[in-house]
């Protein structure tokens, strides 16, 4: 497992990341979608799993689901789980928001 770490502070993270955005976080050679709801955070693979479909352009239906821009697929953002079509689910990754920032965490091959 490896931790990645955004931020130094939870204000500095809050400032960084808008609410109910999705938001494109390059983590070396990994790109994931970030979604941040109060002092909430969802960190979940770019790509739909069907398509590879860009989430990044995807519409967040209540701030709890991901919709994707090519057949309309959703995904509960936390825990990945396929709400409408027919598909894999979501790979989610484990994040942990404290006083010293925003750790994500990622199994790495």
Same mark, same amino acid.
């Given at each position: 497992m490896k931790k990645f770490s955004l931020g130094a502070s939870k204000s500095e993270v809050l400032e960084m990341f808008s $609410?109910?955005?999705i938001h494109k976080i390059h983590l070396e050679e990994i790109t994931i979608a970030l979604v941040r709801k109060g002092e909430q955070f969802f960190a979940f693979q770019g790509a739909c799993p069907h398509r590879a479909?860009?989430?990044f352009r995807g519409t967040l239906i209540d701030s709890t689901e991901i919709r994707c821009p090519l057949h309309g697929y959703r995904f509960d953002i936390q825990t990945g789980e396929v709400r409408v079509g027919f598909c894999d689910t979501l790979e989610i990754y484990?994040? $942990?928001?404290?006083? $010293?920032g925003l750790k994500i965490f990622m199994s790495v091959d």
């Open positions: $609410e109910n955005v479909a860009s989430l484990p994040n $942990e928001f404290t006083a $010293e």
